[in-house]
């Protein structure tokens, strides 16, 4: 126990609650908009076992992953179609894949649902007809997914087991009392909902982006000099897949944020500047 209590340690763990909080932001607006599909009576308990379950398997996941990083980290499979598609494939790029594509397909199906829809303010259950536990399991398999690169980020700052725990059993507590805040805000703010919607997709792209790059980063974590290791990376039509930079992601959603106030504001104006036309007319 001694051996945690050291300058060394506290430091890695303000650093990684730090980095669990800015890599969260994603997962947390996920958990909101996800958690609107189940039973209104529901809802709460959803977020609540959701995080708790995630959280968990995180904690195992993190486990694992120290135990098994370099099987995980190899590339299983060459893509060698010249011209077409090449690169490594290991399980962090069949991981960020299916993620991220299923993030997409999830902000596009809700995006095309809410131009389709008749009456914004009917009840979510018969919005799409998920049930709470549907809910749950899709709430902690894509808190798995979000979670998989930031967990492979704390690994590189230390690989001190029980304060790479903490940092992420924090964080979960940090998810449950910022979930329900993040949720009422979007109910009581609809034209978010779809901005939030929006920066989804952009998160889909980014974890496709991450998948390109995936492979290079496991062989270096096992002490591959990048210099032999960026010949791992995958490349559609001899075009390398390079991901989206963090500050890169959180520009544009700050340019999303500030875009939509800007149009709340000016809608305001012109509704204003009608009611008083018809007023004097």
């Not at 808190?143 to 700052?157: K, T």
């Not at 920066?199 to 492979?215: F, K, M, P, R, T």
Request: charged share 15%; proline share 2%; glycine share 8%.
């Amino acid at each position: 126990m001694a051996d945690l209590l050291t300058l060394e340690n506290a430091t890695n763990l303000i650093m990684l609650c730090f980095l669990q909080a800015v890599l969260g932001f994603d997962n947390l607006l996920y958990i909101s908009i996800e958690s609107k599909r189940a039973p209104v009576a529901q809802q709460q308990a959803v977020r609540t076992w959701g995080i708790l379950i995630a959280v968990a398997l995180r904690v195992v996941l993190l486990f694992t992953m120290i135990q098994l990083l370099d099987a995980l980290s190899e590339p299983f499979f060459i893509l060698e179609w010249e011209g077409v598609i090449t690169g490594g494939v290991n399980f962090a790029t069949l991981v960020f894949i299916l993620g991220g594509a299923f993030i997409m397909y999830t902000a596009v199906k809700e995006i095309s649902h809410m131009l389709s829809m008749e009456h914004l303010g009917h009840d979510v259950e018969g919005k799409s007809g998920k049930s709470a536990g549907q809910v749950i399991f899709l709430i902690v398999l894509m808190n798995l997914i979000f979670s998989f690169d930031s967990v492979l980020s704390a690994i590189a700052i230390t690989d001190v087991f029980p304060i790479l725990a903490t940092a992420i059993i924090l964080s979960g507590l940090a998810m449950l009392l910022l979930a329900d805040g993040v949720t009422r805000f979007l109910e009581k703010n609809r034209m978010y909902e779809v901005l939030g919607l929006f920066i989804l997709l952009i998160v889909g792209v980014v974890l496709l982006g991450e998948a390109g790059q995936a492979a290079v980063h496991g062989v270096e974590s096992m002490g591959v000099p990048h210099e032999e290791a960026k010949d791992l990376a995958l490349r559609i039509f001899g075009k390398e897949i390079v991901p989206m930079s963090k500050s890169t992601f959180y520009f544009s959603v700050v340019v999303l944020f500030a875009v939509e106030i800007i149009q709340s504001g000016y809608t305001r104006k012109l509704n204003a500047e009608r009611a008083a036309l018809q007023k004097h007319s």
